[in-house]
């Protein structure tokens, strides 16, 4: 056993500190998402939005986050309360898991495997189980049909996220995050397979409750949805872990799509600017676009959601990976042949 | 006592707990819940196996999918009424039939010689050679190039089955309204698009 822990102890410590160095600046960037968020949406609204603590409004959502650390954890009465504390832990958990395998730059990663985009789409299929522990165990009307609505939603819509990936997949030839953002050096996947971007786009919003989507927590129908019981901490924790989901999503996106890490066009002065500065400007733009559409897209109805997964996205996703799949093999593009 | 066999020890000891856990927890949604713990320990197993594809698959495709929709149907039940302790006893005579049964086929494999693969020299459809692909690549030129008949087989045949339960199930309810996008967009003169001035607004 001491030669065990004399072994693993520094492999061990430098793995926590990589965690450390990813969950502070995200944990920053939710931060800021939210503030971003926030403003955006005042901005459409022809609001101001937060403006009174800190400069530009700038703290208000720490100061947001303190009020919530100070307020009492409500447990209903009737409810499961193991499973109804272990819900908001596991989403949180998830969503943060989930960014061990995002490339940033070229080789900054914490584990760079050779199953990444399968590891992050097991990972956010496993997100659905906090939302459904929620409702289930609030033991209470409204969570429980948030938490209905929120599997169906999430289980359909990653259907033809999984195709998208596909697609993407055909054209790289390889599971492997950094290998997929190395494939785009000459073109951004956007260019060729933009209707699979759009549908990636929306899936994505549907995969993450964002409006249009947000039936699982439509206030003006189920209160919050699964949420409607949750206060204090636990509720934070999944605010925190919605939003750090988006951004996951973003960083997809941008993996998948927009070229991860590489400037625009490779010549001097854009190559010279660090490859993680692309890709935060291009998260930055993808979430400003997901803000967008908070702001001016009204909410689906449950019918039209089902409808769009199902007979729109699906047969459209599927037909693009034979097409795909057949040009690649005529045209002899496809990697490794 | 190397990392390996603590985390492997880690990952069954979680599974045999959670399976046990699955059948003497009182309450469905917490055995499902259980199952599901088992399911992902099960998938850790395959990643220090070096079966990373096999392992991300078991989790998209049983904890991601399927078990969703078990959870799904077990939340919705009634579950104060449908259990009843008291014939909980009345199953153990047909477990350790099964239970028999199962180690019985065990003991029989593991100690009859016939059964000895390394006695068996040639192999009627020998594997290709598989050194320095992932497992990705493996598994997927074994599916898809060497057994692309079966493979195609069993697809056609559970779409026959996924055909027969839609037609068995389908029934055509009168006097519902659908929604038909198309005709939604194409209809003229019920609705007016007006052009909104920034800070005037408009007079309906």
Redesign the interface.
């Known amino acids: ?1 001491i030669n ?1 822990a004399q ?2 102890f520094i492999e061990v410590m430098t793995i926590i500190l990589y965690c450390l160095l990813i969950f502070v600046p995200l944990l920053l960037g939710v931060v800021m998402a939210l503030y971003a968020d926030r403003k955006i949406w005042a901005a459409v609204q022809k609001r101001r939005g937060p403006n009174v603590v800190g400069p530009y409004g700038l703290f208000q959502v720490p100061a947001d986050g303190l009020k919530f650390i100070f307020k009492e954890i409500i447990l209903p009465d009737g409810s ?1 309360k193991t ?1 109804f504390l272990i819900a908001p832990i596991i989403t949180l958990a998830l969503s943060i898991a989930a960014w061990a395998v995002v490339p940033v730059q070229a080789g900054v990663v914490l584990a760079n ?3 990444g985009i ?2 992050i ?2 990972i956010s ?2 997100g ?2 906090g939302i ?2 929620a409702g ?1 165990s609030s033991n209470s009307k409204y969570p ?1 049909f948030g ?2 609505r929120s ?2 939603q999430m ?1 359909s819509y ?1 259907v033809s996220i ?1 195709f998208v990936i596909i697609t993407v997949l055909l054209c790289v030839g390889s ?1 492997n995050l950094t290998e997929i953002v190395m494939a785009q050096k000459t073109m951004w996947f956007f260019i060729p397979l933009f209707p699979m971007f759009i549908v990636f786009f929306i899936s994505a919003l549907a995969e993450t409750n964002r409006p249009p989507f947000d039936l699982p927590e439509a206030e003006s129908e189920l209160v919050a949805g699964y949420q409607t019981e949750y206060s204090g901490m636990p509720f934070v924790l999944f605010m925190f872990g919605e939003y750090i989901n988006i951004l996951l999503m973003c960083a997809m996106t941008t993996i998948l799509f927009l070229g991860g890490w590489l400037p625009p066009i490779d010549i001097y002065p854009l190559n010279a600017v660090p490859g993680f500065v692309w890709f935060l400007l291009k998260v930055t733009f993808v979430f400003y676009l997901f803000a967008m559409v908070k702001a001016f897209v009204p909410r689906y109805r449950y ?2 959601l089902m ?1 769009l997964g199902w007979k729109v996205f699906l047969p459209l996703s599927l037909f693009a990976v034979v097409a795909t799949s057949t040009i690649l093999f005529f045209f002899n593009l496809a990697p490794g042949m | ?3 390996q066999l ?1 985390t492997f020890y880690l990952f069954s000891g979680v599974i045999l707990i959670s399976s046990l856990m699955v059948i003497s927890t009182k ?1 469905p ?2 055995s499902v ?1 259980f199952l ?1 713990l088992s399911f992902l320990n099960a998938a850790g197993l395959f990643v220090i196996l070096h079966a ?2 096999l392992a ?2 078991l ?2 495709v049983y ?3 399927v078990a ?2 078990f ?2 149907v077990v ?2 039940l009634d579950f104060k009424t449908s259990i009843n302790k008291d014939n909980i006893l009345q199953y153990i005579p047909i477990g350790i039939l099964i239970g028999v049964v199962f180690i019985a086929e065990l003991i029989i494999v593991l100690i009859n010689t016939k059964f000895d693969l390394s006695n068996i020299q040639v192999l009627p459809n020998p594997l290709s050679d598989f050194t320095g692909k ?1 497992n ?1 690549e493996a598994i997927g030129s074994v599916l898809y190039t060497d057994y692309i008949l079966y493979f195609q087989l069993s697809g056609v045949i559970l779409l026959v089955a996924m055909i027969g339960s839609i037609v068995l199930t389908l029934r055509e309810r009168e006097g519902v309204k659908r ?1 038909v ?1 198309s005709e939604q967009l194409q209809r003229q003169g019920k609705i007016d698009l007006v052009d909104v001035k920034s800070g005037k607004g408009v007079d309906v």
């Open positions: 056993m065990l072994t693993y499961d499973v495997i050779n199953v399968l590891y789409f097991a299929s496993l659905v189980y459904l522990m289930w429980f938490a209905l599997a169906a289980v990653e999984g599971l019918d039209q409808r | 006592m190397t990392a603590l309450n949604v917490h819940l599901i990373e594809f991300m698959i989790i998209i904890v991601g999918a969703v929709l959870l799904f939340m919705m992932s990705t929604q996008v």
